[in-house]
């Protein structure tokens, strides 16, 4: 499986930005997939997953009311709404896939896309 993400850029704080990952390969055997967000120094923690069969999805803390996860099985792509964003929000951010998990950490994922670079500005 192979992932590309893309959609970053540079927003004001209470502004809105869409991710988009892109799947292919052997997009059949996917369970699970996430994204998960790095800023400089700190350690990939995830920001929501779903299920890529049914939908479930699942949101940390931070963002649950202000970003929205789906994905489109038809075509092979996950999308991550992002609204009302926060200074606290900027990071690259990296969508994963699973083949037999929808963990909560970085290493429950076997497939990632390079990241693409979200800045919130105050």
């Known amino acids: 499986v192979q992932l590309q993400a893309s959609g970053g850029g540079l927003v004001q704080a209470g502004g809105s930005l869409r991710l988009s990952c892109a799947a292919s390969?052997?997009?059949?055997?996917?369970?699970?997939m996430g994204w998960f967000r790095q800023a400089p120094g700190k350690e990939r923690d995830l920001v929501a997953r779903i299920r890529w069969l049914d939908g479930t999805t699942y949101y940390t803390d931070s963002v649950k009311g202000r970003f929205t996860i789906s994905r489109d099985n038809a075509k092979n792509a996950m999308f991550l709404q992002m609204n009302s964003l926060k200074p606290e929000d900027t990071a690259a951010y990296y969508c994963?896939?699973?083949?037999?998990?929808?963990?909560?950490?970085?290493?429950?994922?076997?497939?990632w896309g390079q990241g693409t670079l979200v800045t919130v500005s105050s």
């Open positions: 994963a896939a699973s083949r037999f998990s929808l963990g909560s950490l970085a290493n429950s994922y076997e497939y």
């Open positions: 390969g052997r997009t059949f055997s996917i369970y699970g």
